[in-house]
């Protein structure tokens, strides 16, 4: 004889539209008349509830708009603007904030100067970003530290007043490009080509669950005042790969368009000349 349970039927309404929250506090809330049924009950009783919540759930995540300009995916690339590269100058480090879709979908409110809206996560002092566009008051942006061993990058929003411009090399000379160039998975060799121009060749190796992803890229270009922009030559990966650098301090600020390599492969980055001992 199968076990027999109380099962109660609530007078709240579930509706269409309610959140996950919204349905569980309805569930926990509501009064509820109780009678005996059987355990098939209880199981089909615990199937409808379970519907309802998939279904609330599925609506809520149909909402998210990669596009909503509230939404921090990164700094983009632009093929007519150079990669802007910023330093964090907040003491002694900032918060990242959120997008509307944090959270399971409860910060609509942001990115916001609020403390709902402030992350655990944070940079410090002297970190450099690539920086993406605005809304309001905040910066959206990508972080992943030039010395890192592998491709972690960090995306969001950062308030504005956080950051400072770091203005790239006044009209670099050729010895100013010419070098190895490491980053997280990859590396870049300048060197001096044919007609004043320079030699630039890429590589990049991302790897997966089971397997990697390769990158690459060759050109023979000038640079233009003081950024070198190129299209590869189309040996590699077609002719829809787009990369441009600027020096930065010691660093090589790369970017480029994702078409250099295989799914999620990306040069963007900066890069530290590898010295003589090091090679």
Same mark, same amino acid.
Not at 81 to 95: G, W
Not at 186 to 195: L, N, P, Y
Not at 212 to 232: L, S, Y
């Given at each position: 004889?199968?076990?027999?349970?109380?099962?109660?039927?609530?007078?709240?309404?579930?509706?269409?539209?309610?959140?996950?929250?919204?349905?569980?506090?309805?569930?926990?809330?509501?009064?509820?008349?109780?009678?005996?049924?059987?355990?098939?009950?209880?199981?089909?009783?615990?199937?409808?509830?379970?519907?309802?919540?998939?279904?609330?759930?599925?609506?809520?995540?149909?909402?998210?708009?990669? @596009?909503?300009?509230?939404?921090?995916?990164?700094?983009?690339?632009?093929?007519?603007?150079?990669?802007?590269?910023?330093?964090?100058?907040?003491?002694?480090?900032?918060?990242?904030?959120?997008?509307?879709?944090?959270?399971?979908?409860?910060?609509?409110?942001?990115?916001?100067?609020?403390?709902?809206?402030?992350?655990?996560?944070?940079?410090?002092?002297?970190?450099?970003?690539?920086?993406?566009?605005?809304?309001?008051?905040?910066?959206?942006?990508? @972080?992943?530290?030039?010395?890192?061993?592998?491709?972690?990058?960090?995306?969001?929003?950062?308030?504005?007043?956080?950051?400072?411009?770091?203005?790239?090399?006044?009209?670099?000379?050729?010895?100013?490009?010419?070098?190895?160039?490491?980053?997280?998975?990859?590396?870049?060799?300048?060197?001096t080509g044919d007609g004043g121009k320079l030699h630039i060749e890429g590589g990049m190796t991302l790897p997966t669950a089971r397997d990697f992803h390769n990158g690459g890229f060759k050109a023979q270009v000038a640079p233009q005042n003081d950024t070198i922009a190129f299209a590869d030559d189309g040996s590699n990966y077609g002719e829809g790969c787009q990369v441009r650098m600027q020096r930065i301090g010691p660093w090589l600020a790369v970017v480029d368009n994702s078409g250099c390599g295989g799914a999620g492969v990306?040069?963007?980055?900066? @890069?530290?000349?590898?010295?003589?001992?090091?090679?």
């Amino acid at each position: 004889m199968p076990h027999e349970i109380e099962s109660c039927v609530g007078a709240g309404v579930l509706r269409f539209g309610m959140t996950p929250a919204q349905v569980h506090a309805t569930l926990g809330t509501a009064r509820f008349s109780c009678q005996k049924v059987g355990a098939q009950g209880a199981r089909m009783r615990a199937a409808v509830i379970g519907l309802v919540l998939s279904a609330v759930s599925a609506r809520t995540a149909s909402a998210y708009d990669a @596009y909503d300009p509230a939404n921090c995916n990164g700094a983009d690339f632009d093929d007519k603007l150079a990669v802007t590269v910023s330093k964090v100058t907040a003491q002694p480090r900032v918060n990242f904030i959120k997008s509307p879709y944090d959270d399971d979908f409860t910060a609509a409110a942001c990115p916001a100067a609020t403390r709902a809206c402030r992350k655990k996560s944070y940079l410090v002092t002297g970190d450099l970003v690539l920086v993406g566009r605005t809304q309001g008051d905040f910066t959206c942006i990508s @972080y992943q530290s030039p010395l890192a061993k592998k491709q972690i990058w960090a995306n969001g929003w950062l308030p504005s007043a956080a950051l400072t411009p770091v203005a790239p090399m006044p009209s670099p000379k050729t010895p100013d490009w010419i070098g190895s160039w490491d980053h997280p998975g990859g590396s870049i060799e300048i060197r001096t080509g044919d007609g004043g121009k320079l030699h630039i060749e890429g590589g990049m190796t991302l790897p997966t669950a089971r397997d990697f992803h390769n990158g690459g890229f060759k050109a023979q270009v000038a640079p233009q005042n003081d950024t070198i922009a190129f299209a590869d030559d189309g040996s590699n990966y077609g002719e829809g790969c787009q990369v441009r650098m600027q020096r930065i301090g010691p660093w090589l600020a790369v970017v480029d368009n994702s078409g250099c390599g295989g799914a999620g492969v990306s040069f963007t980055g900066l @890069y530290r000349r590898k010295s003589q001992a090091d090679r």
